[in-house]
Structure formats: C-alpha cells, structure tokens
C-alpha cells in the first residue's frame, strides 16, 4: 500500500481528465480496478507457489524452462526492471517537485528537476540499511499514508456536489475512435496508480509464512486502494470543476484551499509530499532486490549480487537504481508514466499472465497454496486488459518497447554466448 498510495492519484488526476477530456475518465479508474484485481490473482498464485526474493525471475523461468527459454525470459525482465524501476521512481520524484512548488510558488525548470532528483539520492541514503530497520520506517510511513488518504477522501465526500461530476462534455460516451483510445489511456494512467500491488514479490525471500502474506498483501491492498481511490477522486472531481482541475500541477493542494483555504492545504501539500517520500522508499526496497537475486543465481552481471559487508544488503543495486532515478527526472511525467506502464505490459506482463497457465500444465506436482478463483476467466481478462491499454498507449511508446526488447534479447545473446548458457551451451547441459 506504500508504494501503491504513492503521489499517483495526487498527480494524475489532470493527466487522466485530458484523456477522455471530461469526468467519464472515471471509468479507466474503474476498468483498471478490474485489470489489477485479476491480474493481482495472478501474481498471488504464483507467488504463494514460488516465494523468494526476485519474483517474476522465478516464475518466468519457471514456465518458459529454467534451462532453455526460461533463462532469456527471465533474463529480460531483469533488463526492463533496470529501466522501469528508475522511471518508477522518478515519476514520483517529478510529482514531489510539482507539489513544492505549490509550497515555495514559482520556481524554475532546473529547480524542480534539481528538487526532483534530491528526492531519488534521499530515498537512496534511507535505504542503505538492513531490512529490519526499514521494516520499523515502513511502518511510520504507512500510518501518515493512510492517514492523509482518509482525511482527503473524507473530505472530498463531506463536501460531495454530483452536479460537478456529472457535467459531461457533449459526446462524451459515443462509440468512437476517440472514446475507444481514451479510455485505454485513462486505464493506463489508472493502472499506473494501481502499480505496486505485486511489490511484496520482489522481497518475499525476506516474508514470514509468504504462502499466506504474499496473497492476502496483493488481495487485500488492491480492493483497499481501489476504494479509496475511486472515492476519493470522485469527491476531488466534485470539488473542483473538471476544466480547472485538468490544468491543475497541485490537484489536491488545490482543492483542499478551495474547501478550507490556504493554510490547510499547505499543511495537506506537506503530507502529500510525506506520502510521495514514503512510496518512492518501497518501490526502491522493492526494485534493488531483482537484480540483485538474478546476480547471485548467475543470470546477471556479478556486480549486482554485492552484498554490504556489515549490513547485508545488496548495496550496489540500491546505489545503482537510486542514481539512474536522478538521472531519469530529466524527462517529462507523460513520457514517464506512458514508457513505465508499455514496457511492463510488453515484456513482463502479458507474459507472465501465460506463465500461470503453463506452469499448471507443466508443473503439476508443484504445491500451489492459492489459487485464483475462476480461473481462466481471470487471467484471460487481466491479459485481454493488458492488451487494451497496450493497443491504447501509441504507437511510439509501443516502438520504443520493441526496441528495447530487441536490444534486450541481443545482450542476453551476446552474455550468454560469453559464459556458454542456453542457447549456446552442450545439448547435455540444456536438458
């Protein structure tokens, strides 16, 4: 829930409104509530199934042949996660610097990415510890998250004017072309929100009972977060008029000083910058352990299954990420944003969505301690979801994926040419 109630919907309610040009955006809110319940399934099974830091590294391999395709499948998601996972993190950064200057007014480009990129070093330096001192700033952090979620959602309801949110611009749910595109747009930006229901994946080697945790933290924080986030943006779109809201950098700011003036909502845009902190601190945690155990089994670069020599954690990985996290704030929040979701969709999730059904096929005999309910029915719809918001995203995000699969596949080729793996070790090995 950290990372998932991070500044998303604090930012993106402006960027989703432009989608669909008018509140009938909701309604990705909503679809993306559907793809994330069901894809959210997916990743419990196979987590309960597989627990061990790395996540999506096992069960990758696991469906495709831990010997043959499986290490190239795996080996891509590491390659994507050492681009999303700093594209992750400066998206939040970036919002973090839009919300300051709802604090500090006015300030230029080079200050707010300067500030931006602060944020990515600070969240470094935080966690440059073991995993039990995290667990105690986990905690504290997660107390103000909800608390800022509840006291804006609560507001927004109090406050509730259905006449805002109901004015639709003419047109506004006629099939069309455009209609069809929006919506898989507003349903990416809203998946974009939903993002880090799976985080636990990535640190369950660090999990007491993740038979149990893994499933029940992916379950019970995607219909939290989906209904705090519908209401609470329901209330916000209420408040402030959908066309102001849409050129707003501060939404939130904004309509907590529309309700209660300027003072609350500097006291609101202080907690909203707590909550952008404390998300980007769990997508980190979460992040630098994928590498890190793709390293240490031999099917990554060595460097980054270091390990700090007192703490024992993998200090490298933080490092590395922490600063391509600066480096990636020099880009813009829709480039971000868009760029996060495609190459997630492209070479991870969809394909993660058929490893379900091939390790069921396969793999038998592996104990699965849960088990998605109505299955097909639902890894069919989280991958049809994943689909949509695919064919929605546009074309040159969709071209800047493929080439970054391509160059992906190239290098796996090129290590594993180097160090004799599959599809260039003995026939007898690849067996």
């Known amino acids: 829930m950290l990372e998932m109630i991070g500044v998303g919907p604090f930012i993106t309610i402006p960027i989703l409104l432009a989608k669909m040009n008018g509140p009938q ?48 499948m795996s080996f891509l998601f590491i390659w994507q996660t050492i681009f999303l996972a700093p594209l992750s993190i400066a998206s939040g950064a970036i919002g973090f610097a839009q919300y300051t200057k709802f604090l500090a007014g006015d300030i230029t480009w080079w200050q707010e990415k300067g500030i931006a990129m602060a944020v990515c070093l600070l969240i470094t ?77 990535f640190f369950a080697g660090e999990v007491k009972h993740p038979e149990k945790v893994i499933p029940r933290s992916i379950i019970w924080s995607i219909v939290a977060v989906a209904g705090l986030y519908l209401t609470m943006n329901l209330g916000i779109i209420s408040v402030v008029p959908w066309r102001e809201a849409i050129k707003s950098t501060a939404v939130v700011s904004d309509f907590i000083q529309r309700l209660y003036g300027t003072k609350i909502a500097q006291i609101v845009t202080v907690l909203v910058l707590w909550t952008t902190l404390a998300s980007l601190f769990a997508v980190l945690l979460g992040y630098s352990r994928v590498p890190y155990a793709a390293a240490i089994e031999g099917r990554f670069f060595k460097i980054f299954g270091r390990l700090h020599p007192t703490r024992a954690f993998p200090d490298f990985s933080v490092v590395f990420i922490g600063v391509c996290s600066a480096v990636a704030c020099l880009l813009t929040l829709d480039i971000v944003v868009n760029a996060l979701i495609v190459i997630q969709v492209l070479v991870q999730f969809m394909a993660q969505v058929v490893a379900v059904t091939m390790i069921r096929r396969n793999r038998p005999d592996l104990n699965r301690p849960y088990k998605m309910p109505l299955y097909p029915v639902t890894s069919v719809i989280a991958f049809l979801g994943w689909l949509y918001i695919l064919v929605a995203s546009g074309l040159q995000y969709i071209v800047a994926g493929i080439i970054l699969l391509a160059f992906g596949v190239v290098t796996y080729l090129w290590r594993a040419k180097t160090t004799g793996e599959w599809p260039f070790a003995p026939e007898e090995q690849a067996l």
Do not use: Q
């Not at 069901?38 to 196979?46: P, Q, R, T």
């Not at 507001?155 to 004015?167: E, H, I, K």
């Not at 003419?170 to 455009?178: E, I, L, N, T, V």
């Open 25 to 72: 955006a909701i309604l990705g809110w909503v679809l993306g509530a559907v793809v994330a319940l069901c894809d959210g399934m997916v990743w419990a099974e196979l987590g309960a199934a597989m627990p061990g830091t790395g996540g999506p590294l096992r069960y990758l391999s696991e469906a495709y042949g831990p010997n043959k395709l499986g290490r190239l």
């Open 125 to 201: 330096f935080l966690l440059y510890r073991d995993i039990r001192h995290v667990a105690r700033l986990s905690v504290g952090m997660w107390l103000v998250v909800l608390g800022t979620v509840i006291w804006i959602t609560t507001a927004g309801m109090l406050n509730f004017n259905a006449a805002r949110l109901l004015d639709f611009p003419p047109g506004a749910f006629a099939p069309s072309k455009a209609f069809f595109f929006g919506l898989g747009g507003a349903t990416l930006i809203a998946m974009y929100d939903y993002g880090g229901y799976n985080n636990v994946c």
